[in-house]
């Protein structure tokens, strides 16, 4: 089964760098997307806000509230318990 986001946000809210038990390093951030995607013929604007996490040292890199990012990852639950997406990242790209 394929499970696969792409998507170019902002960066809302950051969390600070944190540190797992084990040492990788993690961040979280939340981010929106606005656009507009063509469904039956007809223009339909879409909005969202969703967490993402970033792990290892991809979470290393300098992040900013109000910055454009070009995201690439995948959802999962938030935890074992919820429902709850939250979007995984595996790469990121900062847009000018």
């Known amino acids: 089964m394929e499970n696969f986001v792409s998507l170019d946000a902002a960066i809302i809210a950051l969390q600070e760098l944190r540190y797992t038990p084990s040492g990788t390093a993690v961040i979280e951030m939340t981010v929106e997307h606005t656009s507009k995607q063509m469904e039956l013929e007809r223009e339909r604007v879409t909005s969202f806000q969703i967490v993402s996490k970033i ?42």
């Open 55 to 96: 792990v290892g040292d991809l979470a290393l890199d300098e992040y900013r509230v109000g910055e454009k990012v070009h995201i690439r990852g995948f959802l999962t639950a938030s935890n074992q318990r919820s429902s709850k997406l939250i979007l995984h990242v595996q790469e990121i790209t900062h847009i000018e």
